[in-house]
Every structure is written in structure tokens, then in C-alpha cells.
């Protein structure tokens, strides 16, 4: 970028002289000020840190320190207006609202913030953009989700283990500690990635997180910065660029509806209603209504009651709770209501997919913000970015109560949230009832037939398991056999599929953060290296397989991505489904009874009634097509892929 000087005269020479240095050195963009009195404005954050030309026609530019009741604000650049600026009584932040004219050109701005008692400056560069080619891409059908908790996956960078600041975070030891996994990690080990098959990363929060035990970064304490134990931006943007290089995309996991308890905005807020409530007084996230409410006694699935938020007839006091209350009582809750800091987290959405070229977000705790704010925020990511995906969490088993928050049309509050899918978790409920808990498999087939509730079934993504959920390995009545079982489904069912980090080398675990296991040789000291083929035990190796070879299954056969599906059975122990493209029909049929079993169906009335013949492409069933009669033979807890000729 360049800088240029059009209107010096709001500059003393030292100004000049810092600013200069400071353009030169690339170092920190908030200048000292000069002034000797204590009363003296202070800028010692700016956020966002710098913009680009064009992306929007103005920003909104949020200043933390001290003393800035400002009295005039102004920038060098003609082309920078200020258009007003409001500070906090306490005078600890200020916003200064700048406005682009369109000639304007790469170039860093110097503002100055003058007050009753002296000025100070702040620098904000602004940068041409970056080819768009090859970056903020969105998912596709043909995409696989892969799950990496950078903290757990690989360590590639040992000097940032124990950043300065947090002394004492690190211990491997230590279940709730950081372990020393890291993005240099991560970048890495894509060529492992690309060689399972995956095709996008998503990575939870990698933005600066503020306690010991935040190495899952849902805590975040600075909303621009990467958080040090992780790397820094730099390394971020590198393992985009990285992962573009090999046609992998990212997605970014962004929070906001809340903040970490430790961030500063909890004792000193930048406006007074910046949060939902107060650190003193706030409501916690716990529904107030209890399951029996809808007729639920004794609920036993550790979602909250999402149902009141989906429900025309609740007035708003029964939905408070869930929008406003503080995660879990401790997470510091967002007013999205709050224009200011609606705009304030649109920002910082388009600030990072600009900055490192993300293909799409996965949003946390999705159903906890106002929907309203949801269509804003996408409204205004997709005017830059109309590629971008969006992954919402809603931990849910009902389809009835996920799909309310799918974008592609309004809800009964006339809102249409813009999210471009869903998390299947009621698919996750009735996968892991079924391989596990000996529900009939028709429980799976009954979720599908919901389908019909959502405006893109075919973008849901399935998934057995995430780092929330215990291991699926490690669960009471989980064997190999299970564990493929649920990959079977996960990959050739329709939608994304994302896949949990270490579930293909069966990872056990238990609850969080049992589950959140370093992965085996992403330390040097590490015993095994299971990244590796040599490092792998049996087991490891044999449902890596199972996976890399599903994962080119799909690859080649189109009908396995983007294929529609079609019921063709379905029972207690087995559930046979169509894939059928343009191109290719694929019979997948699983069974999970511990005997083989027979099944007899007829293909008539369906897209398979005109095909003339049945080969095994994946598994061991076999099958035996006699004019429309198809029969297929299906070992105990298997699953096979026939190909239709
Ligand atoms: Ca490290
Ligand atoms: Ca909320």
C-alpha cells in the first residue's frame, strides 16, 4: 500500500516523523500522543485495524484507551471523511465513523482525535483489494467438512506454546489446558488431509481467547487478533493461501453472540447497552420453560428449548432467555439489537473474509441471536462476498425446530435469516440412537422424510460426531464395525458431510474436552504418528481406509454428492436409499442387525425400474437383479454400495 500526504497541515512534524516510521516499519498504527497532560487522549486499540478501497463505502472505526471525548476528528486523506464520531461517558472509547469518497486510492489515513485536553492520532490504512480469484469461493456439494481444534491437532510452532502473556496456559498434561497445537501446525499437514480426500477445514475460533482454559477460543478477548498460542494473522492468512493452493477451502468459526468473560468490554462496555445486561445483572441462556411444556417430561437431550424460539404462539418474554441470556450464565451476550454493535460484528465478518480470503463461516450458537440481526449480517457479507457460505449451529434433534432458522424464505416473523444451511443434528441424534443405542433404523429415515421443512435439504451436512459431542469411538456399544457403519451413512447420505478430526484414525473420548484429544504424532515427542501409515495401529489404518476410500467414492461418482435420494427401504435394521444424478444410480443399503439378512424389493414406480443390471462397487452385500425384482444379501452391520448399469 501506499501513503500520501494531501492535507499535511492537520500534522505537527513529529506526527509526521512517527507516522513515517511508523508506514516504514509496518510496526503499530496508534501513534503516542504528545501531549503531556494527564488528561491527554490515548489510543491504544483500533478496530478494525485497517479496510480496503471499495469493499464499503464507509466504517464504522471503534477507538479503546482513555480520554476520548474528542471535540474534532479529522483525516489527512481528502478522501476520508469523518462523518461523526460518539464517544463513552468514560471517554475509554470512541467511535469515528469514516466515510470513503469514491476516488479514494490505497493509503494510509492519520487521524487526529482532539479533545478539551490535547490530541492524538491513529493510523488506518487502507489497502486495494486482493484478487478475488480463489478466495471467499463457498461450499459446493462436492465439499467434505473436516474439524480440526487447532490447539489438539499439531503443534508447528513450539516457540508459541506459552505466549508471554499467558504463563502457566500450557500443559499436555492438563485435559482444560493449551496443548501447543497451532495453524503452522495445520498447514502442516494438509498433504495428510488431501490424502484422505477432505475438501474444506473448518477451524474453531482461532481469534485471541483470554483465560488457561480457552484453548477451544469460544472465549474471545480480541475479536481481530489471532490468538498468539495459535500464531499470529500472518500465519492465518498463510494457511488460506495454503490450503487454496490445494483446493482446500476454509471456514472460519465465528461467535457473535457472545464474548469471553474475561474480555474488557465486561467492566468497562463501550456503550452502556453493548451487552444483553451486565456482569451483575444478565439472564442465563437456561430456558425458563421446562420440557413438560411442550410435552416433553424429563427431556434427556442436552439441547435447550429451541422450540419456544420456533413457536409463533410464545410471546417474547418465554424467547428472552435463549437471545439475551448469557451462555451457560458466564458468556457475555451481544446486543445485536444495538445497531452499533450489529454493525460493529458485520465488520468484523467482512474484515476477516477479506483479510484472509475464508470461504465461509460456521456460526456458533446460531439460535441464541435475534434472527433479525442474522439478516443483516448476511445481507450485508453477501453484497461483497455472494459466494460465501454459512454453516449455522442449532443443537437440535427436531427438524421441525432446526429448519425454522434455514435461509431461503421467511419465517412466521416474516425474517428470513439468509443462512445457507444447517448442521444436521437431528440426523446426528437418530445416527448415533441407531449405531448405539439399538433404535430402529427407521429413526433415521423419519428424519429424512423432514426434509421437505428446509428450503436446500441437499446443503444440510450430516455428521456423527463434533467437539461437543463425545467420541463416537469411545461411546458405550461403539466397535470398528460401528464406527464404520456411521462414516458409511455420514458420506454417502445426502448433504456436506463434515468429519470430526481423529475419527478416522477412531479416536476415543469422552465428553468435553475428553474428546478433544491431541491427534497421535502432531508433537514431535509423540509415541505414534498416526498421521502417517507406518505410525498407524491396525485398527487406525483400517478405518482410515474405509474413509479414504468412501471419500473417493464420492469423488468419482456424482450421485454420491449431489445425487437425490431416494427411500427404497427401510426397517429396524436396514435402510436402502437411491442416489441418483443424471448420470449414475447408486443403491446404498445398510444394515445393522447382527445377522445377514435378505432383502427383497421391487424397483418399479421407482427411478431404478428401467436399469438392466447391479454390480458391488463398495462393501461386501451382493445383490441379484431379475427384471424389476431386486434382491440383495447384506452381511451383519454393513454397508455396500451397489452401482446400477
Ligand atoms: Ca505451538
Ligand atoms: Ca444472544
Known amino acids: 500500500m501506499r501513503a500520501y500526504w494531501k492535507n499535511p497541515i492537520h500534522l505537527n512534524v513529529r506526527d509526521c516523523l512517527i507516522a513515517l516510521c511508523l508506514l516504514h516499519s509496518g510496526a503499530l498504527s496508534v501513534h503516542a500522543q504528545t501531549q503531556a497532560s494527564p488528561h491527554a487522549p490515548i489510543v491504544n486499540k483500533v478496530e478494525p485495524p485497517n479496510w480496503w478501497v471499495g469493499l464499503t463505502p464507509d466504517v464504522m472505526v471503534l477507538l479503546s484507551g482513555k480520554n476520548l471525548r474528542a471535540t474534532h476528528a479529522q483525516c ?14 468514560n471517554g475509554d472509547y470512541l467511535f469515528v465513523w469514516l466515510k470513503f469518497l469514491p476516488q479514494l486510492k490505497s493509503g494510509t489515513a492519520v487521524c487526529r482525535i482532539i479533545t478539551t485536553d490535547g490530541e492524538t492520532s491513529f493510523e488506518f490504512p487502507i489497502a486495494a483489494r ?24 499439531a503443534n508447528g510452532d513450539p516457540t508459541n506454546d506459552e505466549p508471554v502473556e499467558f504463563p502457566g496456559s500450557h500443559d499436555r498434561v492438563k485435559p482444560r489446558a493449551y496443548h501447543g497445537g497451532d495453524l503452522r501446525g495445520i498447514e502442516a499437514h494438509l498433504p495428510y488431509l488431501k490424502d484422505l480426500g477432505i475438501t474444506a477445514l473448518w477451524l474453531t475460533p482461532v481469534v485471541k481467547n483470554g483465560a488457561p482454559a480457552d484453548y477451544h477460543g469460544y472465549g474471545a478477548v480480541d475479536e481481530y487478533g489471532v490468538d498468539p498460542h495459535l500464531g499470529t494473522l500472518k500465519d492465518y492468512q498463510e494457511l488460506v493461501d495454503a490450503a487454496h493452493k490445494q483446493h482446500l477451502k476454509v471456514l472460519f468459526d465465528v461467535v457473535p453472540n457472545h464474548v469471553g468473560p474475561l474480555n474488557t468490554w465486561v467492566k468497562d462496555p463501550p456503550m452502556a447497552d453493548w451487552f444483553h445486561g451486565t456482569a451483575e445483572n444478565h439472564l442465563s441462556t437456561f430456558s425458563q420453560l421446562k420440557g413438560d411444556f411442550y410435552g416433553q417430561p424429563g427431556k434427556k437431550d442436552d439441547s435447550d428449548l429451541f422450540e419456544a424460539l420456533v413457536d ?13 441470556g448469557w451462555f451457560w450464565g458466564i458468556l457475555p451476550d451481544m446486543n445485536t439489537e444495538n445497531p452499533v454493535v450489529s454493525d460493529y460484528l458485520i465488520q468484523n465478518a467482512i474484515w476477516w473474509a477479506e483479510a484472509s480470503g475464508l470461504d465461509g463461516y460456521r456460526i456458533d450458537t446460531f439460535a441464541y441471536v435475534p434472527r433479525a440481526f442474522w439478516a443483516q449480517w448476511h445481507e450485508a457479507l453477501r453484497r461483497i462476498y455472494p459466494r460465501l457460505s454459512t454453516v449455522g449451529e442449532v443443537f437440535h434433534p427436531d427438524p421441525t425446530v432446526t429448519s425454522f432458522f434455514a435461509g431461503g424464505r421467511k419465517g412466521w416473523d416474516g425474517i428470513d435469516t439468509q443462512l445457507t444451511t444447517l448442521f444436521d443434528f437431528p440426523l446426528y441424534y437418530a445416527m448415533r440412537d441407531v449405531l448405539l443405542s439399538g433404535a430402529p433404523a427407521g429413526r433415521m429415515t423419519n428424519i429424512l422424510r423432514q426434509d421437505s421443512l428446509y428450503p436446500h435439504p441437499e446443503y444440510l451436512v450430516p455428521f456423527f460426531g463434533n467437539h461437543d459431542t463425545p467420541r463416537f469411538a469411545g461411546a458405550p456399544g461403539a466397535t470398528t464395525k460401528k464406527l464404520k457403519l456411521a462414516f ?33 504424532g502432531g508433537w514431535p515427542e509423540d509415541e505414534n504418528n498416526a498421521f502417517v501409515r507406518t505410525g498407524r495401529t491396525k485398527e487406525q489404518q483400517e478405518i482410515f481406509e474405509y474413509v479414504q476410500t468412501l471419500l473417493r467414492l464420492r469423488r468419482e461418482n456424482d450421485a454420491l454428492r449431489g445425487g437425490k435420494l431416494w427411500h427404497l427401504a427401510s426397517d429396524d435394521s436396514s435402510y436402502v436409499f437411491l442416489r441418483e444424478s443424471d448420470e449414475e444410480k447408486l443403491v446404498i443399503a445398510f444394515h445393522d442387525g447382527a445377522n445377514v439378512k435378505t432383502v427383497n424389493l421391487s424397483l418399479q414406480g421407482t427411478p431404478a425400474e428401467a436399469v438392466a443390471g447391479i454390480s458391488t462397487i463398495f462393501g461386501n452385500g451382493e445383490a441379484d437383479l431379475a427384471g424389476q425384482q431386486l434382491k440383495l444379501v447384506l452381511p451383519a452391520q454393513s454397508l455396500t454400495i451397489f452401482a446400477l448399469q
Request: no cysteine.
Open 488 to 520: 458409511g451413512l455420514a458420506l454417502t447420505i445426502r448433504g456436506i458431510p463434515e468429519i470430526y478430526y481423529g475419527d478416522e484414525i477412531a479416536m476415543k473420548g469422552g465428553a468435553d474436552p475428553d474428546n478433544r484429544r491431541d491427534f497421535p
Open 76 to 89: 489527512n486523506l481528502q478522501e476520508v471523511l469523518v462523518s461523526r464520531t460518539q464517544s463513552s461517558i
Open 130 to 153: 486482493k484478487q478475488i480469484l480463489g478466495r471467499n469461493q463457498g461450499l459446493s456439494l462436492d465439499d467434505v467438512i473436516y474439524l480440526i481444534m487447532p490447539d489438539r491437532f
Open 312 to 324: 409463533p404462539h410464545t410471546p417474547p418474554q418465554m424467547r428472552k432467555n435463549l437471545t439475551d
